[in-house]
């Protein structure tokens, strides 16, 4: 009776195996093909837009104003590409909700992948990115196969990655490994302020009562002034900023400020486009600024930064820290990770991706509801334990606020 259930159990894992190897095998060629022409068509409209005319972000107004009669979004093109495609062939299929949730997991890991060139990276996001505190350990064997099969796809389409190693990390003393935990915390208050700003922007948008495209012009319309005023190097997606401060280029001291304004008032206005190369382009240049007043190689804090950007704001520091590796190479991992933690816990209980579902409460002394949205946490849910340190702190911050307020009276 035992070695029937043995072999009832393995054969039954067996074809789970199989089986999810292949479905996510198929997600991963259709994806990988699929993001390869989409990215494509974007760099050659990039090449030919930019070739025309140095003023082509006059268009600007209008480009939004057709963003919003098509999409408006604040989701990575490539994850919603792999995302609707997994879930066509979901659908094709005739999958239950539990299957097709899977597949379009995989989907979300095989976009991130053939973007990005990281497969293992993109796996974890994949299994990471939906619930804050929580891994989809069932979906993992197909998000990676999805993931790996994406990005061969990709590359052999001709799809050409950015891959970095590091090569002047200092040696590991006492003084630097609290310089890079410094600096995570400031990376985290990078990410607290970027989460903000897209808030405060939405806001504002939402105060004018107009039908949605022509936002897209009023937003098309600042954003034309501001890169009169300070240039265009915010606009777009700003690669050449992204490696020249990998490179250890100095960085204006400024930039990292005015792209996040930048990225705020796009998404803001009607604008579509993925979040993770903002987010690059705002941890790599605050990380050149931080390694610039400590004194180090701008490279080795940009490298930090990028990641640890992306592990705040997203709330992933697992796919964050393993996109160090894959990125830079293993020298820089053990800084890189201790940094998307500290950075993922600064950031607090936010998210760029509203959609985000907390199942976890970053510190125990905070109480707050689980399993809602990100979109729908507001601050007065979010409370002190009673007796913590928390709550000592909170009754002395509304204290002074008490004083403070008694004085002004006064």
Known sequence: MKKKQLFLEQSVLFISVAKWFLLASGVGVIVGASTSFFLSILNRSIEYTTSQTDYYFLLLPFALFF?????????????????GLSYLFSRLLGFNSKDRKKLVICGISAGFASVFGTPIAGAIFGVEVLFIGS????????????????????????????????????????????????????FGLCSFALIEALKFAESQSKKLNMWEPYKGLVGGAI????????????????????????????????????????????????????????????????GSLFGSIMGYD????AAIGMVSLLAGAANTPLSASIMAMEFFGPQVAPYAAVSCIVSYLITGHRSVYPSQILSITKSPSILIEK????????????????????????????KIEEIYNLLRKK
């Open 67 to 83: 963003s919003a009669l098509i999409i408006v979004g604040k989701e990575g093109p490539a994850a919603q590409i792999g995302a």
């Open 135 to 186: 891994i989809f350990y069932d979906v993992m064997f197909p998000s990676f196969v999805a993931g790996i099969i994406s990005y061969q796809v990709s590359s052999a389409l001709g799809v050409e990655y950015f891959y970095q190693p590091l090569q002047l990390i200092p040696a590991f003393s006492e003084g630097f490994f609290i310089e890079v935990i410094i600096g995570a915390v400031f």
């Open 223 to 286: 954003l034309i002034a501001l890169a009169f005023i300070f240039s265009t190097r915010y606009l777009g997606l700003g690669l050449e900023t992204i490696h020249s401060a990998l490179h250890g280029d100095t960085m204006r001291s400024y930039d990292f400020i005015l792209k996040i304004i930048f990225t705020a008032i796009t998404l803001a206005f009607c604008g579509s486009g993925g979040m993770v190369t903002p987010i690059f382009f705002i941890g790599a240049t605050a």
């Open 298 to 301: 701008p490279s080795i804090f």
């Open 371 to 398: 399993g809602v949205e990100m979109d729908d946490l507001k601050p007065g849910k979010i409370r002190p334990r009673p007796r913590s340190i928390t709550d000592l702190l909170y009754r002395g911050v509304n």
